[in-house]
């Protein structure tokens, strides 16, 4: 069933208001408090013409805290160009794989519009979404549940930038050859920033909401929390469906080792992404 969500089109709800209609002057989420703080901020919210979507068509993130929502989304954007060099600049093609409806997307398309941003998802709903409700500036894709993505869609060395934000954090089996894949239509000298589940995160465990989770999952009371994380890599798994069916944990050290064959690893950043860490690879120029 969770699979037919993924490939059939279903009747989607109405998108809420703008950016602007949410606007209150305190976020839920600390990180945000800062953000929402800084006087730029106001003008950020207003150039952000977008509908955000209802609760359900946003992969369930931030239920009734809209204005949170908006602002998870910017924050990525703002550590993004940050750490990425000119990240948005003209004529840069930026892909954020598994994109969802758009959470970090619409801050290329508002803040960003001289790059050239491409959203690609699983989820057929996904897309529907975004091309109902966003503008054709942004291209966007149905991803396959398993690779190769399609070369037609998917040419070699086609961006500058490939963001995957709590993909590779539900990839078990298909690990490397979706890395390989975002490592193939990824530029020459091009960079992916990818986030994932750490030892740190595992060491944060169980004092963040992933843990609430994870406590009822079988194949996970085996472990002890808190405690160090046993294993450079693990698998929590939960479904036999195609996607969405493990929460995965790797360690810095796998990162290096594994992910490192493939690309330069320029950077971990520890809870570069709420609790999850960041890794930065670059694709080498030859």
């Known amino acids: 069933m969770l699979r037919a969500y993924y490939d059939?089109?279903?009747?989607?709800?109405?998108?809420?208001?703008?950016?602007?209609?949410?606007?209150?002057?305190?976020?839920?989420?600390?990180?945000?408090?800062?953000?929402?703080?800084?006087?730029?901020?106001?003008?950020?919210?207003?150039?952000?013409?977008?509908?955000?979507?209802?609760?359900?068509?946003?992969?369930?993130?931030?239920?009734?805290?809209?204005?949170?929502?908006?602002?998870?989304?910017?924050?990525?954007?703002?550590?993004?160009?940050?750490?990425?060099?000119?990240?948005?600049?003209?004529?840069?093609?930026?892909?954020?794989?598994?994109?969802?409806?758009?959470?970090?997307?619409?801050?290329?398309?508002?803040?960003a519009p001289q790059s050239h941003t491409t959203l690609s998802d699983v989820n057929i709903n996904h897309i529907n979404w975004l091309r109902k409700h966003f503008p054709?500036?942004?291209?966007?894709?149905?991803?396959?549940?398993?690779?190769?993505?399609?070369?037609?869609?998917?040419?070699?060395?086609?961006?500058?930038?490939?963001?995957?934000?709590?993909?590779?954090?539900?990839?078990?089996?298909?690990?490397?050859?979706?890395?390989?894949?975002?490592?193939?239509?990824?530029?020459?000298?091009?960079?992916?920033?990818?986030?994932?589940h750490s030892d740190k995160t595992w060491a944060l465990l169980p004092d963040i909401f992933l843990y609430q989770f994870l406590k009822e999952i079988p194949s996970f009371k085996k472990y002890q929390v808190p405690s160090t994380m046993p294993e450079d890599r693990i698998c929590v798994s939960y479904s036999d469906t195609q996607t969405y069916n493990c929460q995965m944990f790797h360690s810095d050290k796998y990162i290096k080792d594994v992910w490192g064959k493939h690309a330069i690893i320029e950077q971990i950043i520890p809870q570069g992404h709420a609790y999850q860490s960041v890794a930065i690879l670059h694709k080498s120029l030859v």
């Not at 149905?142 to 954090?169: C, G």
Request: glycine share 4%; with cysteine; aromatic share 12%.
């Open 8 to 111: 059939l089109p279903v009747e989607l709800a109405d998108p809420l208001k703008k950016p602007v209609d949410f606007f209150l002057p305190k976020a839920h989420v600390p990180e945000h408090e800062a953000i929402l703080r800084h006087p730029a901020t106001w003008q950020l919210i207003a150039r952000d013409q977008l509908p955000i979507p209802q609760y359900q068509e946003r992969e369930f993130y931030y239920k009734d805290m809209e204005l949170d929502y908006w602002l998870s989304g910017l924050v990525d954007f703002l550590k993004v160009n940050e750490r990425i060099p000119d990240a948005c600049t003209v004529g840069k093609k930026i892909l954020d794989f598994g994109g969802a409806t758009g959470r970090v997307a619409r801050h290329f398309l508002s803040q």
């Open 136 to 196: 054709a500036q942004l291209s966007t894709y149905k991803a396959p549940a398993i690779p190769p993505l399609s070369k037609e869609d998917f040419p070699d060395n086609q961006f500058d930038l490939v963001m995957a934000f709590s993909v590779f954090t539900h990839i078990d089996q298909q690990e490397i050859p979706t890395l390989l894949e975002l490592l193939r239509i990824t530029k020459p000298g091009g960079y992916l920033y990818l986030t994932f």
